[in-house]
Nanobody, 120 residues
């Protein structure tokens, strides 16, 4: 299983960005995909998760109403749509996959991460 993130970059506060997580090697199984982020000198935190059937779970109150997660199973891609971005959203964003649903904290597969910088 391979996960590849894309879509990161530099964006001004208040603007939007969409991250993509393309997966390969995940076939015929029930996989949940989550987005994590890690800012410098901070611990990695889980942001959002989506299961195979489209059920979503938020883990950070700070992104509710601003971030949404979706998936295109045909393209094996999960998206993180981020709007009204704030400087505190600056981090490396990772996608990760686990078998089963979004419950549980152990993820089996990780992408390499994509940098998101929110700055004027």
């Amino acid at each position: 299983v391979q996960l590849v993130e894309s879509g990161g970059g530099l964006v001004q506060p208040g603007n939007s960005l969409r991250l993509s997580c393309a997966s390969s090697g995940v076939t015929g199984e029930n996989f949940a995909i989550a987005w994590f982020r890690q800012a410098p000198e901070n611990e990695r935190e889980r942001v959002l998760c989506i299961d195979t059937y489209g059920g979503t779970t938020y883990y950070l109150d700070s992104v509710k109403g601003r971030f949404t997660i979706s998936r295109d199973n045909a393209k094996r891609t999960v998206f993180l749509q981020m709007s009204s971005l704030k400087p505190e959203d600056t981090a490396v964003y990772y996608c990760a996959a686990k078998r089963g649903g979004c419950f549980g904290t152990v993820y089996d597969y990780w992408g390499q991460g994509t940098q998101v910088t929110v700055s004027s």
